[in-house]
């Protein structure tokens, strides 16, 4: 299985800078039996019958970003929260500046961060602050932790488009970007059809950008995500199952919980999965995603599924799909249009 067969080659006009002005107003791809069909994501209200089970993770961007300067010189010093380890010391990412064991970065309202290990791809740095204050510091200095390639400055508009409005749980740092194109409205109307929604948290880890370094991707070491599902939803969405409905997972985060679950039989924790074409889906048949980057893991689990719904080469099918995208000028990424496999 050759990383190759991942690549695709995308205007960089086509990726999306800002998202649009509304939220179901976005453009969905929608496949189905080979066939291609354009439509709006609000249309999605066509696709789903009373009790397919549509599932979506809850969990919550928090403001990962935060800049500051170091204490020694005033330069510009940058830390990227990764996970919190214990009370008031975080894994991160350091940037700006070299890292280096003793480094002092001083931030606004009187918050500092000591560089306390060097770890192989990441640090730890220990704060002045701990509990429920670092925290609230923290909601209020940082900024978004937008992906490098969108451009666009931050703001309270893009803090509250680049957050579902169904986030609860916080703890990632990045958007699980399938669920951005829903609306209270849109999930009222599904709700009202008969369709069941259920809610599922994974935290979104940086891991998920990770770039796949070996030509050979089952090679590929998989990043770890904390997952947990109710008792009563994972109940339901297999009821869901039984009764032969479908089960549309919103992103690939709710895809990875929901296979785990059925892997490992453990309804929380953490999940290395790995989905690349030639992988069994044990739980969902149908995927809200949006479009990928190339050579991307997102990018092998959504040609899996083709694969898995009758595909001859889930790779090539795949890259039909995307050229037809950008042949359309489908918008790309984060804030970008949508596709729904079914």
């Known amino acids: 299985m050759q990383l190759d067969k991942f690549d695709y080659n995308l205007p960089p006009e086509l990726i999306a800078q800002k998202p649009t002005d509304k939220r179901d107003h976005s453009r969905l791809l929608v496949y189905k039996n080979g066939i291609i069909e354009h439509k709006s994501f609000f249309d999605l209200l066509d696709y789903l019958e009373a009790g397919d089970a549509l599932v979506l993770n809850d969990s919550k961007v928090f403001p990962a970003r935060l800049i500051g300067s170091r204490q020694e010189t005033g ?58 204050k670092l925290k609230n510091i923290i909601d209020r200095i940082g900024q978004t932790p937008l992906p490098p390639y969108i451009k666009t400055e931050d703001s309270k508009d893009i803090k509250d488009r680049y957050q579902t409005v169904y986030a609860h749980q916080s ?61 009563k939803v994972w109940n339901n969405i297999l009821q869901a199952k039984r009764n032969n409905k479908k089960i549309v997972a919103v992103g690939t985060t709710a895809t990875r919980v929901l296979e785990s679950v059925a892997i490992k039989m453990q309804l929380s924790g953490w999940t290395e999965i790995f989905i690349y074409p030639g992988y069994e889906y044990k739980i969902i048949d149908s995927l809200i995603t949006n479009f990928h980057l190339p050579k991307s893991t997102l990018l092998m689990l959504v040609a899996a599924l083709l694969e898995d719904n009758g595909s001859s080469d889930g790779t090539v099918e795949l890259k039909r799909i995307y050229q037809e995208a950008i042949e359309k000028k489908y918008r790309f990424y984060s804030f970008g249009d949508a596709m729904l496999i079914l």
């Open 75 to 132: 330069g510009k010093a940058e830390v990227f929260l990764l996970k919190e380890k214990k009370d008031n010391i975080w894994e991160c990412l350091i940037g700006h500046t070299k890292a280096k064991i003793g480094l002092v970065i001083e931030f606004k309202e009187d918050l500092t961060a000591e560089l306390i290990e060097v770890l192989d791809n990441s640090c730890l740095v220990r704060f002045n602050e701990n509990g429920e």
């Open 171 to 231: 703890g990632s740092v990045a958007a699980p970007t399938a669920g951005l194109h829903f609306t209270e409205d849109l999930l009222n109307k599904l709700k009202a059809k008969g369709v069941q929604i259920e809610y599922v948290t994974l935290h979104v880890g940086l891991g998920t950008f990770a770039p796949v370094k070996v030509d050979d991707i089952t090679k590929h070491k998989m990043h770890s995500e904390y997952y947990e599902i109710e008792e």
